[in-house]
T-cell receptor, first 113, second 113 residues
Framework: DVKVTQSSRYLVKRTGEKVFLECVQD?????MFWYRQDPGLGLRLIYF???????EKGDIPEGYSVSREKKERFSLILESASTNQTSMYLC????????????FGPGTRLTVT | EDKVVQSPLSLVVHEGDTVTLNCSYE??????LLWYKQEKKAPTFLFML????IEKKSGRLSSILDKKELFSILNITATQTGDSAIYLC?????????????FGSGTQLTVLP
């Protein structure tokens, strides 16, 4: 079974802090994704990566950066957390062949106070 | 810009009812449509649809795609309280370096005993 893990289930940070969210997958998938999920807005893509050290902006990259130094690990960084970044953050991975679906981690609920 | 619209946004039914969830989409160069179920954790994959008119079925859940009218429906018969979840629809284009998905806002289904 594909396993995608995220470093924390719940996180509380203060405004202005630097925040790291880590995601690890064990299926040697090339593609990894970071989403945020807010009520009524669904999943919105922040950044994705299709290979080590490769990254592309998604639909809402402002205020975020990412790092992919190893194939299995994809980190989301909030350089200076703000209250409007309070959200559920979901990581996903996907291979290039069958099966085609994305596999999701359990999510990190981040609260910025 | 790719777009996915789900309806209704929320639905409350009683056990034993049948429900139909809707997903309409606009996507450049459509490749597939996916349905996910999300309880209080990671979204889990339900179906992938690529061809019009072919029903995918898994137990009490079924889904069909209409590529001409650009929509899909997810049917759940004889609903149970365990079907309570957010149901997410996503589309995948042929293009994109990581074959990234565009998600709808989801339908929150609540099944009452």
């Amino acid at each position: 079974d594909v396993k995608v893990t995220q470093s924390s289930r719940y996180l509380v940070k203060r405004t202005g802090e630097k925040v790291f969210l880590e995601c690890v997958q064990d299926m040697d998938h090339e593609n990894m994704f970071w989403y945020r999920q807010d009520p009524g807005l669904g999943l919105r893509l922040i950044y994705f990566s299709y290979d080590v050290k490769m990254k592309e902006k998604g639909d809402i990259p402002e205020g975020y950066s990412v790092s992919r130094e190893k194939k299995e690990r994809f980190s989301l960084i909030l350089e200076s957390a703000s209250t409007n970044q309070t959200s559920m953050y979901l990581c996903a991975s996907r291979g290039t062949g069958i099966p085609y679906e994305q596999y999701f981690g359990p999510g990190t609920r981040l609260t910025v106070t | 810009e790719d777009k996915v619209v789900q309806s209704p946004l929320s639905l409350v039914v009683h056990e034993g009812d049948t429900v139909t969830l809707n997903c309409s989409y606009e996507v450049t160069n459509f490749r597939s449509l996916l349905w996910y179920k999300q309880e209080k954790k990671a979204p889990t994959f339900l179906f992938m649809l690529t061809s019009s008119g072919i029903e995918k079925k898994s137990g009490r859940l079924s889904s069909i795609l209409d590529k001409k009218e650009l929509f899909s429906i997810l049917n759940i018969t004889a609903t149970q309280t365990g079907d309570s979840a957010i149901y997410l629809c996503a589309v995948e284009p042929h293009s994109g370096s990581a074959r990234q998905l565009t998600f709808g806002s989801g339908t929150q289904l609540t099944v009452l005993p």
